[in-house]
């Protein structure tokens, strides 16, 4: 229940600030090839779910080793698409309107994790949500954090965060969506009205 108010208070604060992130060149069509299933399938990163990312254009930090994007899994909530994606540690913008400041990855993070919240039908990204994201290993929370609401050139907006991670092994991941706190079309009338988990598993191997 605390988790559930978090999140809803979490709906509120969100638009207050925004990150910005050159979250490589994943485009939107990328989106389109990821059809993971149940939320629940483990994908290793040699398995064959690459989204198509151009790595050539991603914003590299020095010391850090690309990675292959791997999809960790995705959901369905009344006809919004939720995706998980793991992709290469980028620097990225934090702004609330005024001023901004950089947050960097170190040696040390694992990916930066992109949340998409999509219109199931059109795959028009949905924005002013809110993502809490908890990882647990072995039933222990390694990571519990708020995704920012993201802008991208490639992806448009989502929800992301770099997340550092205890080593290689065998992941849980709990997303908190929390509803889209803005005025709608009609269309999504009845829709979205209170936050809803997704339970993703996933097995991180760091690059060699
Ligand atoms: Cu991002």
């Known amino acids: 229940m605390g988790k559930l108010r978090r999140g809803a208070a979490l709906a509120v604060l969100a638009a207050g600030s925004l990150a910005l992130a050159g979250c490589g060149s994943a485009h939107k069509s990328t989106t389109s090839g990821m059809s993971m299933g149940s939320g629940a399938k ?107 609401p993201m802008l991208s050139r490639y992806i448009g907006p989502h929800y992301g965060n770099d997340v550092t991670l205890p080593g290689a092994g065998h992941y849980t991941l709990s997303l908190l969506v929390s509803p889209p706190v803005s005025a709608r079309h009609v269309e999504y009338q009845h829709v979205w009205l209170k936050p809803h988990r997704v339970n993703m598993s996933f097995t991180w191997r760091p690059p060699s």
């Open 42 to 148: 483990k994908s290793g990163m040699t398995g064959g779910s690459m989204a198509g990312m151009n790595m050539g254009s991603s914003p590299t930090v020095a010391g850090i080793k690309p990675i292959p994007t791997q999809n960790l899994g995705t959901g369905n909530w009344q006809g919004m698409k939720i995706t998980a994606q793991a992709m290469t540690p980028i620097p990225f913008i934090v702004s609330d309107g005024t001023s901004e400041h950089e947050v960097k990855p170190t040696k040390k993070t694992s990916f930066h994790l992109m949340v998409r919240l999509a219109d199931a039908q059109t795959n028009e990204p949905l924005p002013y949500a809110t993502v809490w994201t908890t990882i647990s290993k072995n039933g222990k929370v390694v990571y519990d954090e708020r995704q920012w």
